[in-house]
């Protein structure tokens, strides 16, 4: 790049904004949520910009913040907008028919989700047929180690990765079913690496299990995962394992439409 250029690009920079980009990008990759103090040390900017520029955006909807701790936080607007652009890979257009087939087969509402940093989110669902039946907000982020598509995700990641994961993320037990012991979830991520899919046996939310598969692209990499949602009474233990052959089939069909070769 010529000098000409660089100079014309320092001339038309936004310095604020700048900066409010910047805070945004460490925001994505810290889902536990920052201080006012970690992000000034973290950006080497003042506390007084940071803290005027974390206010607009806490304003604008793009960040909230706890009233306890007055950590800040990225929300579902930011996470939507990182949907948007997965959209536009084409994983939800290639995915919609076939979610609809296992819909229509299982009867329960179907979703696809992917990673934001180290926590999913939701990016669509397909309504079950039940009377009742479950539906949740687009661009809902979930914690990867006690939900049905983190683990089907997760299982699928290097050790190195992996190992990532386990030493950043604080784990929450948030019932009696929820396993937080870090040799205990790896023992379960490779079972689901195993056999191609995962449960949620009501670890966030007692009474309602999940089962996942995940979706590879062309190079072999866990980018999405499919799942469904129930109550108890519908997805009885002795079912669970015939549900997760028949999710890991239609996550398979997805796959190889995003060029994965299963063979390979």
């Known amino acids: 790049m010529s000098n000409e250029n660089i100079s014309a690009g320092s001339r038309y920079k936004v310095p604020n904004l700048d900066r409010a980009l910047t805070i945004l990008e460490y ?3 810290h889902p536990e949520g920052a201080s006012l103090q970690e992000l000034t040390e973290a950006m080497g900017f003042s506390k007084n910009s940071v803290f005027r520029i974390s206010m607009t955006l806490l ?4 960040l909230s913040r706890e009233e306890d701790t007055k950590r ?3 929300t579902r607007k930011m996470l939507a907008m990182g949907t948007v652009a997965l959209s536009e890979q084409h994983i939800i257009t290639t995915s ?10 299982l009867k329960e509402t179907v979703l696809i989700g992917s990673l934001v940093g180290f926590q999913g989110v939701v990016m669509e669902q397909v309504l079950g047929t039940h009377t009742f039946k479950f539906a949740i907000d687009l661009g809902r ?4 180690y006690c939900s049905a598509p983190g683990k089907a995700i997760l299982a699928y990641m290097n050790e190195s990765e992996q190992d990532a994961y386990f030493s950043q993320v604080k784990r929450v037990k948030f ?3 929820t396993v937080v012991d870090e040799s205990e979830l790896r023992e379960e991520l490779a079972k689901a690496k195993e056999c191609g899919y995962a449960f949620d046996l009501g670890e966030e939310i007692s009474g309602i299990k999940c089962i996942s598969a995940p979706i590879f692209d062309r190079n072999g990499l866990p980018v999405a995962a499919i799942w469904i949602t129930g109550p108890d009474s519908r997805l009885p233990e002795e079912k669970l394992k015939e549900k997760g052959e028949i999710i ?16 390979i």
Do not use: C, P, T, W
């Open 27 to 29: 925001m994505v990759k």
């Open 248 to 263: 890991k089939k239609h996550a398979a069909m997805i796959s190889e439409r995003l060029g994965y070769n299963i063979f």
């Open 141 to 144: 982020h979930f914690d990867l």
């Open 72 to 74: 800040f936080y990225i």
């Open 59 to 62: 304003e604008r909807g793009y």
């Open 175 to 177: 019932n009696e079913n």
């Open 96 to 105: 919609l028919d076939v979610m609809r087939q296992l819909r229509d087969q």
